[in-house]
């Protein structure tokens, strides 16, 4: 009787199961079906228009401009990241140098600095009349060289995302086996001919890694093109926009949304082939003398780390002791802080939430859909912010356009901003979270199922409580990334509701900096909290 008993438990168990794991999978698919719809609306948008016409705004020359100008940025910014990020990389783990264990965090802190908030500092202190200016002038310096343009805009965001080469050139650095390199050392090999015939093919997937990160960075970005007054997709898009040119703008989202497309599958392509060359040991043997070159190459990350962070922090402390009532419309409010905060916290709630099945699904599901579902959640991360945005504007829009009854109004609404948000930030909590259910032994579960409890039971009495580190560390990622996101809040934002980043941008289009020296203050102490996020999950989830 008890065999029976015990087989009709581990039936009715089976049967349970598969109808959860279908329930979870039509559930994800709705999740993820959700996150690219709008983006659909974009492609409407654009092939609506008359092909004539089409033909017309994708082949002149304004539009030639654009992509040659979005290309060099992001090359710049590549090829200037891994000049920094792997010699930094290398000095902090791999040599004697002195106060090493402080450069190795101070190094990777420009991260959490919004680069907009860098750009205009610059602008501050190197720009024409600026801090420098009248720093010089007495010792009959006139002329400062022009920051404004391209190269300007190369160097700003460089120094914002050369972490992203660093953080990873460093992990892979940290896991190589260095007797290798004795070895390589006693067949006679000079330390240049080990370093590139045994570090150098170990490092370079994960530098590779890294770069591409710091490409998709650079092609989005939106603030510092705006401020450096380049013409690339992201600030064109938004001045078509602004300027009612709707059809040029959806082409020009498309081109930008191709481009990226292309920087993916290449990251893609290297993930594919990234292999661990040289061994995974990880020992660390003995610190390369840098000899008479010591104090010498603490010249890099001094100079990285004064250009990152110290310039920008003396700059907004000038304009917080030099604030003055010009212009009392632009003076900050609490009421911005406490907006920002709202909505972050709504989509930190929200993303988590939408995170939870999906985490689950991808973790203890090996199906196809499973991993499907998964991918999908990082369209919205990987799509610029600015075409995400526009996408929406259509969706809110289109939606509206249907006129169907009692239906509310969404377009400029707090539900669409902080749905933007959700679609924008949700893999950094998905990312988060899977990692946080891989690590729960999958027989505690069984254990608490063959105790009668329901699938959903056993997942609220055991899986969620062992993962809710993980699921406070994924809400404060999406919590803090949405707080300094500029472009959707721009375009999406209700009219009149102001935060902290759209202080902070009207302030800079005003030139009247004074009034953006609390909100990016506020907002560089916010920011610096992601840090510590990353730190206390590895420093991976973040990247």
């Known amino acids: 009787m008890r065999d029976v008993r015990s087989t009709l438990v581990a039936v009715r168990s089976r049967f349970g199961s598969l109808e959860t794991s279908r329930g979870l999978a039509l559930l994800c698919a709705g999740i993820a079906l959700a996150f690219v719809l709008p983006l659909s609306w974009l492609v409407i948008e654009a092939v609506t228009v008359d092909?004539?016409?089409?033909?017309?705004?994708l082949f002149r020359w304004r539009t030639a401009e654009i992509l040659l100008n979005s290309l060099l940025l992001m090359g710049g910014v590549t090829a200037l990241s891994i000049l920094?990020?792997?010699?930094?990389?290398?000095?902090t783990t791999r040599t004697d140098l002195p106060f090493r264990r402080f450069f190795t965090v101070a190094v990777a802190l420009p991260l959490v600095v919004p680069s907009y908030v860098g750009a205009f500092s610059f602008v501050s202190a190197f720009g024409p009349q600026g801090e420098f200016h009248d720093l010089l002038a007495p010792l009959g310096i006139e002329r400062l060289p022009e920051i404004y343009g391209l190269h300007g805009a190369i160097v700003l965001i460089t120094l914002y995302t050369y972490p992203y080469v660093y953080l990873t050139t460093r992990a892979s650095l940290l896991s190589l086996d260095t007797t290798l390199i004795e070895a390589a050392r006693t067949l006679d090999h000079t330390r240049w001919e080990a370093f590139r015939r045994v570090t150098l093919p170990h490092i370079r997937p994960a530098t590779a890694a890294g770069a591409l990160l710091a490409a998709l960075y650079a092609i989005s970005d939106f603030g510092t093109p705006a401020i450096m007054r380049v013409s690339v997709f992201t600030q064109q898009i938004y001045v078509e926009y602004n300027a009612f040119g709707q059809e040029y703008a959806a082409m020009l989202s498309?081109?930008?949304?191709?481009?990226?497309?292309v920087v993916l599958a290449?990251?893609?392509?290297?993930r594919s082939n990234r292999s661990v060359e040289g061994g995974t040991g990880g020992r660390s043997g003995t610190p390369v003398s840098l000899g008479a070159w010591r104090w010498p190459a603490t010249l890099l990350p001094v100079g990285v780390v004064t250009l990152a962070l110290?310039?920008?922090?003396?700059?907004?402390?000038l304009w917080l002791v030099r604030a003055d009532a010009g212009r009392p419309s632009l003076a900050f409010e609490w009421s911005f802080a406490l907006n920002s905060a709202t909505v972050a916290l709504a989509a930190a709630v929200v993303a988590v939430l939408a995170a939870l099945p999906i985490a689950y699904f991808a973790a203890r599901d090996t199906s196809p859909l499973a991993a499907v579902t998964e991918r999908t959640t990082y369209v919205g991360f990987a799509v610029p912010g600015i075409v995400l945005a526009l996408a929406l504007v259509y969706f809110g829009a289109g939606y509206e356009a249907l006129e169907i009854p009692y239906s509310p109004r969404i377009y400029q609404t707090i539900p669409l901003l902080v749905f933007a948000y959700v679609i924008r930030f949700t893999p950094q909590a998905v990312g988060t979270l899977r990692s946080g259910v891989l690590q729960v032994d999958p027989t505690i579960?069984?254990?608490?199922?063959t105790l009668g409890e329901t699938p959903g039971g056993a997942f609220r009495r055991v899986t969620l409580r062992l993962i809710a580190p993980s699921v406070t560390a994924g809400a404060a990622l999406v919590f803090l990334t949405t707080m300094k996101e500029l472009p959707v809040t721009l375009i999406l934002r209700p009219t009149g509701f102001e935060t902290i980043v759209i202080q902070i941008w009207r302030a800079q289009k005003a030139a009247?900096?004074?009034y953006a020296a609390v909100p990016a203050l506020l907002l560089l102490a916010i920011s610096g909290l992601s840090m510590v996020v990353l730190l206390s999950q590895g420093g991976q989830e973040g990247l």
């Open 512 to 514: 009247y900096f004074q």
């Open 84 to 91: 920094i990020g792997v010699p930094l990389a290398y000095l």
């Open 51 to 57: 092909p004539e016409r089409t033909r017309e705004l």
């Open 266 to 270: 290449l990251e893609q392509r290297i």
């Open 254 to 261: 498309l081109q930008l949304l191709a481009v990226v497309l």
């Open 310 to 317: 110290v310039v920008p922090v003396w700059i907004l402390g």
């Open 445 to 449: 579960v069984e254990a608490a199922r």
